[in-house]
């Protein structure tokens, strides 16, 4: 037997997953240990052998292959913890990580001081050079000033610098000159070029993604080379693998050389998951995948089998946090979730959040001294969940107190408890669906030819609600709910991206040029490729993608390459074809006069790891499951339903459940509404009809 | 002009808490999507990169009902746009129907926001009207510019004006009126770009507004006008009886503007607040009459300017809809600068140099109530950093380029709990708008900019700091560059309030190819040849409360982060300190400073 293992450290919990050659899967999950990850990380894996009824020691040792994935950087940026990072830039120009791109919230609200930049100004250096936009020398690099700068570096101890130059996208020579100096003077200190990183056009881009990478690198690199020495030491001599934001993973060594490739790691991670599920429950491939937390929901989406891409996620809030830059998976986050506290404003009106319970002292319902109500504290009310079996019998819930936060809101709207109840989650579902808008709609995808995948603990109590209001559906909540995002790992391809820019148009294209940038991208991913020696012999894809727009627009869109080089005019015409139709699909209008400009150009390298899967269990007749118990339970109504209770290990695979009904897995509980009905397939996931009344 | 339909009692009117929290989330969820599209699918960089644009959903009855992220001076007066509509389609407006309005007369802000109107209906019956308003990069002035300040009058301003018309029927375009466009407005392709985003973004409105209406159903939809629009009222009286009962006044003036008029324009404002009957009357009545250049207020601009200076001083959470604008009663005189303008006077920079003094002195207003209240005054003028650039590019044949540049920034005003914000740009777009890249700017244009930074020591000294401004210098790669921009606050400069100090005044210089440099008046019109380039800067906030009252620590990392000088600390703040900031060992002398603030 050899295993393939994945590991989540989020900020709580440590999830792992571990399947088998027989495609059998199943969960260990650990307390997250901050000070030294490995702990938690084996104690998720102790847990998960003990289901297996095998030793940590057998399961380590008969590993093959282990993919890690990691919340370390992310927390360093939040906690400000990432190493003293110098920002080396043109000379008249210091201020791009200050006033980045500009935009606000609120016109009228000035109570807020503003955003701090990610490198203070005051280690930000500024070096006589200048490129044009044509790549051009205009102002030759300063090589004394250079080499003072590396003086001045290191006497006030920086640990990493970031150097981004404007145009060194056009030209990079002068970025590589103060690389050179910086490699010949400190030898030791790590460095960013923001043309290595993310050739993109637009300097705070470009700016902010290096800044991001060079903080991360000394820390990521003692991080993951610790990580491995510890997973040695323990018996385990299978391949590792890191998680990125890319939606893929990589080796150790690629992402010392770009840790910002882990931030955010975790969430992109889900919407593999969510492929994998639908296509191997025949809901399609395209899909929308939400993640139900504490305090944040997120969403992303697949359209066609594809992961979405954005280059505008933001650590924080956009405008005031840090741009990430690079193209990464695109999950949105809102703060919304089982702890978002409901309350009556002063002109009536019923509002949820943003304010959250969090952790401590969470929902009045967790019994710890919180008294405001929150969604979870409406759902216990509603008796969508178990008092005696909450987190599979972990915590007891404390449904006085939860009655007594709703009376308050209650009150003040004079509804009863259970009728206010239903609306504050009605009204969090709308928040969450807008969440959800915003990612299809906006970009052209119709939820209502979609199907919705759902983890986190939180989802099963309105997901369904929230897939009618859309009008989808089909929604799947996967037996391993709880932790999607190691579950998607168990998918995940290699991946490793390359960017180039060449700004060229339709109109007068640069066959050449093109095709010559295609060549070196296809260069660099085999030369990745290569140096993967242990899957030398897996199958593997190379995607072309161009970031472009209608000449004059700023904003690009992603347009993959019908043909994978430019011979001959008709593959140019193909591309500009597709470039109208996503144009269309996305902005409704296409303007097929005017030339299509493309500013950059993208290769993306897949090796395909996944084990492949087999469900042999029979299914026999699928049988009304007996349930455990009845309990009342409010839908709207001003009665209760008697509502059947099932355990989820009592269902067996096949059968049908008609809502109203309520399962209740040991680390979430599914709602089944009325006019619902709920099959559970052959792999154990649950698929729920939203039927049109 | 009192807005109609003051509720008397507002006990009475009960909302529905949840249907109406619902549909709120809705109509907010669809301005969110006319707006992206709208910045996404536009050409200029005036829209698609600086986000000079609004949306807005009005009732049937021409009522402001929702304006998420719109721009303040954009907001108000999308109604009086859609009563022009019906007032002048009466009984032919019909779905599929799309309006383009830009006439200053009639409702509109200044010539340059052209605006798109589509009635929405449903079941035959009209229902919404959504709006989407976005400044133009050209509309054919006499110059190439949107801002003609020396404009005599409507004529000499030369902007083709729509008063509501109809630019499609049955979702058909009527072509003539794009071949019109086409003939006179500068770079045509760009244009058309921007126009087919701006009926693109108000179509998808329609779109989503039809959906709601057909699974909420009519009857839920009127409730929820009124109860939202009622809600939005109670929300007013809530911030209104917070405030003291009074009478402020405040004065104030635009820049000198050459002989035209040699001391500027005086502004006026009186504020009676009368927490009881949560009323908020703002008097404009005192300002002279209408000036013969392109300096005049619209009626939207001018309500729009002062209500945000009112936003600016509450509770920032009250939505901004014909809801709470009923507690407002505005006193307007026709004929002002200051007012509704008479014909044909031009109104081609209503929207910033007179409309940012009057946020400005408004929400300075304020801050006489006490501390706490108010906000100090923001920086103004649209200078170097906004010029607009024409010319022809030789990179590309020749071709034409004109566009509005949004590079620096003004600093933000200080107000009683925080320092001013950088990118603030100016009053009147309270720093809701992107800025540009300069990558992007030397992408688009034949230019080049020798640098872009912020001004140490530039921001109003206070208890809270005002934001510094910016500076910047640019000038042409090849061929002749035009530069036109009005700028405002080289005179007088931005205002601090109880103690703190004003913001640095802006300044702008044309440097040639000898090194030789020439001060520039306010409002420029130059041309800039190779070798030579513009420099300049805009101006920083006005800071609020006493310098010396600053917690050190902050005036401390003013000077690490070089907002300020080590002079400037000692001397306007009395900070004193030990070690030295090269050696990263600069602390607080706390007894120093403690001895020098006595004095």
Same mark, same amino acid.
């Given at each position: 037997?050899?295993?393939?293992?994945?590991?989540?450290t989020?900020?709580?919990?440590t999830?792992?997953?571990?399947s088998?050659?027989?495609?059998?899967?199943?969960?260990?999950?650990?307390?997250?240990?901050?000070?030294?990850?490995f702990?938690?990380?084996r104690?998720?894996?102790k847990s998960?052998?003990?289901?297996r009824?095998?030793?940590?020691?057998?399961l380590?040792?008969?590993?093959k292959?282990?993919?890690?994935?990691?919340?370390?950087?992310?927390?360093?940026?939040?906690?400000?913890s990432?190493?003293?990072?110098?920002f080396?830039t043109t000379?008249?120009?210091?201020?791009?990580?200050?006033?980045?791109?500009?935009?606000?919230?609120n016109p009228?609200d000035?109570?807020?001081?503003?955003?701090?930049?990610?490198?203070?100004?005051?280690?930000?250096f500024e070096?006589e050079?200048?490129?044009?936009?044509?790549?051009?020398q205009?102002?030759?690099?300063?090589?004394?000033?250079?080499?003072d700068?590396?003086?001045?570096?290191n006497r006030?101890?920086?640990?990493?610098v970031?150097?981004?130059?404007?145009?060194?996208i056009?030209n990079s020579?002068?970025?590589?000159?103060?690389?050179?100096?910086?490699s010949?003077?400190?030898?030791?200190?790590?460095?960013?070029?923001?043309?290595?990183?993310?050739?993109?056009?637009?300097?705070?881009?470009?700016?902010?993604a290096?800044?991001i990478?060079a903080?991360?690198?000394?820390l990521?690199?003692?991080?993951?080379?610790?990580?491995e020495?510890?997973?040695r030491?323990? &018996?385990? /001599?299978?391949?590792?693998?890191? *998680?990125?934001? +890319? !939606? =893929?993973? #990589?080796?150790?060594k690629?992402?010392?050389?770009?840790p910002?490739?882990?931030?955010n790691?975790?969430?992109?991670?889900?919407?593999?998951?969510?492929?994998?599920?639908?296509?191997?429950?025949g809901?399609?491939?395209?899909?929308i995948v939400?993640?139900?937390?504490?305090?944040?929901?997120d969403?992303?989406?697949?359209?066609?089998?594809?992961?979405?891409?954005?280059?505008?996620?933001?650590?924080?809030?956009?405008?005031?946090?840090h741009?990430? &830059?690079i /193209?990464s998976v695109?999950?949105? *986050?809102?703060? +919304? !979730? =089982?702890g #978002?506290?409901a309350?009556?404003?002063?002109?009536?009106?019923?509002?949820?959040?943003p304010n959250?319970a969090?952790?401590?002292?969470?929902?009045?319902c967790?019994?710890?001294?919180?008294?405001?109500?929150t969604?979870?504290?409406?759902?216990?009310?509603?008796?969508?969940?178990?008092?005696?079996?909450f987190?599979?019998?972990?915590?007891?819930?404390?449904?006085?107190?939860?009655?007594k936060?709703?009376?308050?809101i209650?009150n003040?709207i004079?509804l009863? /408890?259970?009728l206010?109840?239903?609306?504050?989650?009605?009204?969090?579902?709308d928040?969450?669906m807008?969440a959800?808008?915003?990612i299809?709609?906006n970009?052209g995808?119709?939820?209502r030819?979609g199907?919705?995948?759902?983890g986190g603990?939180a989802a099963?109590?309105?997901?369904?609600?929230?897939?009618k209001?859309?009008?989808?559906?089909?929604?799947?909540?996967?037996?391993?709910?709880?932790?999607l995002?190691?579950?998607?790992?168990?998918?995940?391809d290699?991946?490793?991206e390359?960017t180039?820019?060449l700004?060229?148009?339709?109109?007068?294209?640069?066959?050449?040029?093109?095709?010559?940038?295609?060549c070196?991208?296809?260069?660099?991913?085999?030369?990745?490729?290569?140096?993967?020696t242990?899957y030398?012999d897996?199958p593997?894809e190379?995607?072309?993608?161009a970031?472009?727009?209608?000449?004059?627009?700023?904003?690009?869109?992603?347009?993959?390459l019908?043909?994978?080089?430019?011979?001959?005019?008709?593959?140019?015409?193909s591309?500009?074809d597709?470039?109208?139709h996503v144009h269309q699909?996305v902005?409704?209008?296409?303007?097929?006069?005017?030339?299509?400009?493309?500013?950059?150009?993208?290769?993306?390298l897949?090796?395909?790891?996944?084990?492949?899967?087999?469900?042999?269990?029979?299914?026999?007749?699928?049988?009304?499951?007996s349930f455990?118990?009845k309990?009342?339970c409010?839908f709207?109504?001003?009665?209760?339903i008697?509502t059947?209770?099932?355990?989820?290990?009592d269902?067996p695979?096949?059968?049908v459940?008609k809502?109203p009904?309520?399962?209740?897995?040991p680390?979430?509980?599914?709602v089944?509404y009325p006019?619902m009905?709920t099959?559970?397939?052959?792999?154990?996931?649950?698929?729920?009809?939203i039927l049109?009344? | 002009m009192?807005?109609e339909?003051i509720?008397n009692?507002?006990?009475?009117?009960k909302i529905?808490?949840?249907?109406?929290?619902?549909?709120?989330n809705?109509?907010d969820?669809i301005?969110?999507?006319m707006t992206?599209?709208l910045?996404?699918?536009?050409r200029?960089?005036?829209?698609?990169s600086?986000?000079?644009?609004?949306?807005?959903?009005c009732?049937?009855?021409?009522?402001?009902?929702?304006s998420?992220?719109?721009l303040?001076?954009?907001?108000?007066?999308?109604?009086?746009?859609?009563?022009?509509?019906?007032?002048?389609?009466?009984?032919?407006?019909?779905?599929?129907?799309?309006?383009?309005?830009?006439d200053p007369?009639?409702?509109?802000?200044?010539?340059?926001?052209?605006?798109?109107?589509?009635?929405v209906?449903?079941?035959?019956?009209h229902?919404f009207?959504?709006?989407?308003k976005?400044?133009q990069?050209?509309?054919g002035?006499a110059?190439?510019?949107?801002?003609?300040?020396?404009?005599?009058?409507?004529?000499?301003e030369?902007?083709?004006?729509?008063?509501?018309?109809?630019i499609?029927?049955?979702?058909?375009?009527?072509?003539?009126?794009?071949?019109?466009c086409?003939?006179?407005?500068?770079?045509?392709?760009?244009w058309?770009?921007?126009?087919?985003?701006?009926?693109?973004?108000?179509r998808?409105?329609?779109?989503?507004?039809?959906e709601?209406?057909?699974?909420?159903g009519?009857?839920?939809?009127?409730q929820f006008?009124?109860?939202?629009?009622?809600?939005?009222?109670?929300r007013?009286?809530?911030?209104?009886?917070?405030?003291?009962?009074?009478?402020?006044?405040?004065?104030?003036?635009?820049d000198p503007?050459?002989?035209?008029?040699?001391?500027?324009?005086p502004?006026?404002?009186?504020?009676?607040?009368?927490?009881?009957?949560?009323?908020?009357?703002?008097?404009?009545?005192?300002h002279?009459p209408?000036?013969d250049c392109?300096f005049?207020?619209?009626?939207?601009?001018?309500?729009?300017?002062?209500?945000?200076?009112?936003?600016?001083?509450?509770?920032?959470?009250?939505p901004?809809?014909?809801?709470?604008?009923r507690?407002i009663?505005?006193?307007?005189?026709?004929?002002?600068?200051?007012g509704?303008?008479?014909?044909?006077?031009?109104?081609?920079i209503a929207?910033?140099?007179i409309?940012?003094?009057l946020?400005?002195?408004?929400?300075?207003?304020?801050?006489q109530?006490g501390?706490?209240w108010?906000?100090?005054?923001?920086?103004?003028g649209?200078?170097?950093?906004?010029?607009?650039?024409?010319?022809?590019?030789?990179?590309?044949?020749?071709?034409?380029?004109?566009?509005?540049?949004?590079?620096?920034?003004?600093?933000?005003?200080?107000?009683?709990?925080?320092?001013?914000w950088?990118?603030?740009a100016?009053?009147?777009v309270?720093?809701?708008?992107?800025?540009?890249?300069?990558?992007?700017d030397?992408?688009?244009?034949p230019?080049q900019?020798h640098?872009?930074?912020?001004?140490?020591?530039?921001?109003?000294?206070?208890?809270?700091?005002?934001a510094?401004g910016?500076?910047?210098?640019?000038?042409?790669?090849?061929?002749?560059?035009?530069?036109?921009?009005p700028c405002d606050?080289?005179?007088?400069a931005?205002q601090?309030v109880?103690?703190?100090?004003h913001?640095?005044?802006c300044s702008?210089?044309?440097?040639?190819?000898?090194?030789?440099?020439?001060?520039?008046?306010?409002?420029v019109?130059?041309?800039?040849?190779k070798?030579?380039?513009i420099?300049?800067n805009?101006s920083?906030?006005?800071?609020?409360?006493?310098?010396?009252?600053?917690?050190?620590?902050?005036?401390?990392k003013?000077?690490i982060?070089?907002?300020?000088?080590?002079?400037?600390?000692?001397?306007i703040?009395?900070?004193?300190?030990?070690g030295s900031?090269?050696?990263?060992?600069?602390?607080v002398?706390?007894?120093?400073?403690?001895e020098?603030?006595?004095?």
């Amino acid at each position: 037997m050899s295993y393939k293992i994945s590991v989540d450290t989020g900020g709580t919990f440590t999830d792992v997953i571990v399947s088998d050659e027989s495609g059998n899967e199943n969960i260990g999950k650990a307390l997250t240990t901050t000070n030294r990850i490995f702990d938690g990380m084996r104690n998720a894996l102790k847990s998960a052998a003990f289901d297996r009824d095998i030793s940590l020691e057998e399961l380590l040792s008969a590993g093959k292959l282990l993919i890690y994935g990691t919340t370390r950087a992310t927390n360093a940026i939040i906690t400000e913890s990432v190493a003293k990072t110098a920002f080396i830039t043109t000379k008249g120009f210091p201020d791009t990580l200050v006033v980045k791109e500009g935009g606000k919230y609120n016109p009228h609200d000035f109570s807020s001081d503003f955003p701090t930049p990610y490198i203070a100004r005051h280690n930000t250096f500024e070096l006589e050079e200048r490129i044009d936009s044509l790549g051009n020398q205009v102002i030759p690099f300063n090589y004394n000033q250079a080499l003072d700068l590396c003086k001045e570096i290191n006497r006030r101890g920086f640990k990493a610098v970031a150097v981004c130059f404007l145009w060194s996208i056009a030209n990079s020579d002068h970025e590589k000159e103060m690389a050179r100096i910086l490699s010949d003077n400190l030898p030791d200190l790590p460095y960013t070029l923001s043309h290595e990183l993310i050739p993109v056009v637009r300097e705070y881009r470009r700016a902010s993604a290096t800044a991001i990478d060079a903080s991360l690198k000394p820390l990521m690199q003692s991080h993951l080379y610790d990580l491995e020495k510890d997973l040695r030491c323990s &018996g385990y /001599s299978g391949d590792i693998l890191v *998680s990125t934001i +890319a !939606g =893929g993973c #990589s080796d150790i060594k690629s992402l010392i050389d770009k840790p910002i490739y882990t931030v955010n790691s975790g969430p992109a991670m889900a919407p593999i998951a969510g492929l994998e599920f639908s296509k191997l429950e025949g809901c399609g491939e395209d899909i929308i995948v939400c993640d139900t937390g504490g305090t944040t929901f997120d969403v992303g989406l697949v359209r066609d089998g594809n992961l979405a891409f954005t280059r505008d996620t933001w650590l924080g809030q956009p405008y005031i946090g840090h741009l990430l &830059g690079i /193209s990464s998976v695109d999950v949105r *986050s809102v703060g +919304a !979730g =089982g702890g #978002s506290i409901a309350w009556v404003d002063e002109g009536g009106l019923m509002r949820i959040g943003p304010n959250s319970a969090g952790a401590q002292p969470g929902p009045a319902c967790y019994g710890q001294g919180g008294t405001d109500a929150t969604v979870s504290d409406a759902a216990a009310i509603l008796g969508y969940l178990n008092p005696d079996f909450f987190l599979g019998g972990q915590m007891t819930l404390d449904v006085k107190a939860a009655e007594k936060s709703i009376e308050l809101i209650a009150n003040k709207i004079n509804l009863s /408890s259970h009728l206010t109840a239903w609306k504050i989650l009605t009204l969090s579902s709308d928040l969450m669906m807008k969440a959800i808008s915003d990612i299809t709609i906006n970009e052209g995808f119709d939820p209502r030819e979609g199907s919705i995948v759902a983890g986190g603990g939180a989802a099963g109590i309105n997901i369904m609600n929230i897939a009618k209001e859309l009008g989808c559906h089909r929604v799947i909540i996967p037996k391993l709910a709880s932790a999607l995002s190691a579950s998607g790992m168990q998918f995940a391809d290699i991946v490793a991206e390359e960017t180039l820019s060449l700004v060229t148009t339709s109109e007068s294209f640069d066959f050449e040029g093109v095709n010559n940038v295609l060549c070196k991208l296809q260069n660099k991913l085999e030369a990745f490729k290569a140096s993967m020696t242990l899957y030398s012999d897996v199958p593997y894809e190379i995607d072309y993608i161009a970031e472009a727009r209608y000449i004059g627009q700023v904003w690009e869109l992603d347009t993959p390459l019908p043909n994978k080089r430019f011979l001959q005019q008709s593959d140019l015409k193909s591309f500009v074809d597709k470039f109208h139709h996503v144009h269309q699909r996305v902005f409704e209008v296409r303007d097929e006069g005017s030339p299509v400009e493309i500013m950059s150009w993208k290769a993306r390298l897949s090796i395909k790891l996944d084990i492949v899967k087999s469900y042999n269990s029979d299914v026999t007749k699928a049988e009304l499951p007996s349930f455990s118990q009845k309990r009342n339970c409010w839908f709207g109504g001003l009665e209760p339903i008697s509502t059947p209770i099932y355990k989820g290990s009592d269902i067996p695979v096949g059968s049908v459940i008609k809502g109203p009904a309520v399962i209740e897995e040991p680390s979430t509980t599914i709602v089944v509404y009325p006019n619902m009905v709920t099959k559970i397939s052959i792999s154990g996931n649950y698929i729920i009809d939203i039927l049109e009344k | 002009m009192i807005f109609e339909k003051i509720s008397n009692s507002i006990e009475e009117s009960k909302i529905d808490p949840f249907m109406t929290a619902i549909l709120a989330n809705r109509m907010d969820g669809i301005i969110r999507e006319m707006t992206n599209t709208l910045l996404r699918a536009a050409r200029s960089a005036v829209i698609s990169s600086a986000r000079d644009f609004s949306c807005a959903i009005c009732t049937a009855d021409n009522q402001l009902l929702a304006s998420a992220e719109g721009l303040p001076i954009h907001i108000f007066g999308s109604h009086l746009q859609t009563k022009t509509m019906c007032e002048l389609h009466d009984g032919d407006i019909n779905e599929g129907d799309c309006f383009l309005h830009n006439d200053p007369y009639s409702g509109n802000t200044h010539a340059a926001d052209h605006t798109f109107l589509v009635p929405v209906f449903f079941e035959g019956e009209h229902f919404f009207t959504a709006v989407a308003k976005a400044h133009q990069a050209d509309i054919g002035n006499a110059a190439p510019t949107t801002y003609m300040a020396a404009a005599k009058d409507q004529y000499e301003e030369g902007a083709l004006i729509f008063p509501a018309v109809r630019i499609q029927r049955n979702y058909k375009m009527i072509d003539d009126v794009v071949r019109m466009c086409r003939s006179r407005v500068r770079v045509p392709s760009q244009w058309y770009g921007d126009f087919l985003a701006g009926i693109g973004s108000a179509r998808i409105g329609e779109r989503r507004l039809k959906e709601l209406c057909k699974k909420y159903g009519k009857e839920t939809i009127k409730q929820f006008i009124d109860h939202w629009l009622d809600y939005s009222e109670e929300r007013m009286c809530h911030a209104i009886q917070k405030l003291p009962k009074s009478e402020l006044f405040n004065s104030g003036a635009h820049d000198p503007f050459g002989e035209l008029l040699p001391d500027g324009i005086p502004l006026k404002v009186t504020l009676k607040i009368d927490p009881e009957k949560a009323l908020i009357d703002l008097d404009l009545l005192d300002h002279p009459p209408n000036v013969d250049c392109g300096f005049n207020q619209s009626e939207a601009c001018a309500s729009a300017s002062v209500i945000a200076g009112v936003f600016n001083s509450i509770d920032p959470t009250v939505p901004r809809n014909s809801g709470s604008f009923r507690r407002i009663i505005l006193h307007l005189k026709d004929g002002a600068v200051v007012g509704k303008p008479k014909f044909p006077h031009s109104c081609s920079i209503a929207t910033t140099n007179i409309a940012d003094r009057l946020i400005n002195i408004t929400q300075a207003a304020f801050a006489q109530l006490g501390d706490g209240w108010g906000l100090a005054e923001g920086g103004v003028g649209l200078g170097a950093g906004f010029a607009v650039v024409s010319g022809n590019d030789h990179r590309v044949d020749g071709k034409p380029y004109v566009n509005q540049l949004h590079i620096a920034s003004n600093g933000g005003p200080a107000g009683p709990t925080s320092d001013g914000w950088i990118t603030y740009a100016i009053p009147v777009v309270g720093g809701l708008m992107y800025r540009d890249s300069v990558e992007i700017d030397e992408l688009k244009h034949p230019m080049q900019f020798h640098y872009l930074r912020l001004v140490t020591g530039s921001g109003g000294a206070g208890k809270y700091r005002g934001a510094p401004g910016q500076e910047v210098a640019y000038g042409p790669i090849k061929e002749d560059m035009n530069a036109i921009w009005p700028c405002d606050g080289t005179h007088f400069a931005p205002q601090g309030v109880r103690g703190g100090n004003h913001g640095k005044k802006c300044s702008h210089f044309i440097v040639r190819s000898d090194g030789q440099e020439e001060e520039l008046p306010n409002m420029v019109v130059v041309r800039i040849s190779k070798g030579e380039f513009i420099r300049g800067n805009q101006s920083g906030g006005g800071g609020y409360g006493d310098p010396f009252e600053r917690d050190p620590n902050r005036v401390l990392k003013d000077v690490i982060e070089s907002y300020e000088t080590i002079e400037r600390a000692n001397k306007i703040y009395g900070v004193y300190f030990h070690g030295s900031l090269a050696d990263n060992t600069l602390t607080v002398d706390k007894e120093a400073t403690k001895e020098f603030r006595k004095k």
